[in-house]
């Protein structure tokens, strides 16, 4: 069937086209008899607003674009559920897409979302973005842009994050403070901004306390899959090369559980042996045994924030009053658990 439209209803009712928009619209120049009569038609026959039309004249699409490295990891699913939470109530789209990590498909999307005249833009950037034009061709489009997680600092936009080197300096100071003295470091990818600067609150951690940086013993992620396979893979290298490390903090709470899989396999007691803080606090790291001491990282939280940001800035561009960018750093904690010595 086709859709009904305005002037149907009109017809039916012996009105005008005018006046069956400004009823249902509940306009004060319109009886409440009328109104009744319109509503009552409109349904009967089911009638749907033209949101394209809707959006033409004012000029919003009501959507926005969302852009994620990886929709199965549990961080990004809770960052996902929070900005549709959010998004809901504001009578906003997600368009969800996935960039699997690759910087020339995040290139295509972007182009993609920019081509559906979406509102404004969300983004956690793939582990394998370096250059970062095709963030600013949304800013010169005067497209609000919000990226969250995983970041580039020299482009002129709001962010929502973590301190990433506090959360990973309060984790390896946790090893420290439990007696660890050789401590390694599992890490993600060279590039993105978070796994740089975990890396960097390690390593401050450890010369704080007058413990010796060995480079040997941080373990890049070279392939930028933070997976549960990576985890297991690096606990056994490391258990070859570095027999007497006691401790390990380790970038993401999967690959953590794959290099407590590996350790268990080995005969490697946890939290005897070595002990373990992950990041994210995986709904996992709460079921597995021993259980796993991470850093919670709140993602349905950071979701909300980033929408709410977006939103304001697409009601501020709208009324022509763009705000300057804004960062907001969400807290983060230690959450103790069997993975390390009491």
Known sequence: MKPVTLKEIAEQLNISVTTVSKALKDYPDVSKKTKGLVKELAKTLNYKPNTFAVNLRTKESKTIGLIIPVIVHHFFSNVIKGIISQAEKKGY????LQSNESYELEKKQIDLLLSQRVDGILISLANGT?????LNQIIDQEKPLVMFDKIAKIV????????????AYLATQHLIDIGCKRIAHFRGALLPQNSIDRFLGYKKALLDNNLPYDPSLVYICECGDMSFEEGKKNAKQLLIEHNDVDGIFINTDLVAIGAMTEFNNQGVKIPEDISIVGFSNWFMSSVISPTLTTIDQPGFKMGKTAFKQLYKEIKAIKNEKPKPPKVITL?????ERESTRK
């Open 156 to 167: 002129k936009c709001s962010k929502v994050i973590i301190d990433d080197r506090k959360a």
């Open 130 to 134: 370096a250059d970062f034009s095709h």
């Open 331 to 335: 807290d983060t904690a230690l959450i």
């Open 93 to 96: 789209l997600v368009i969800i």
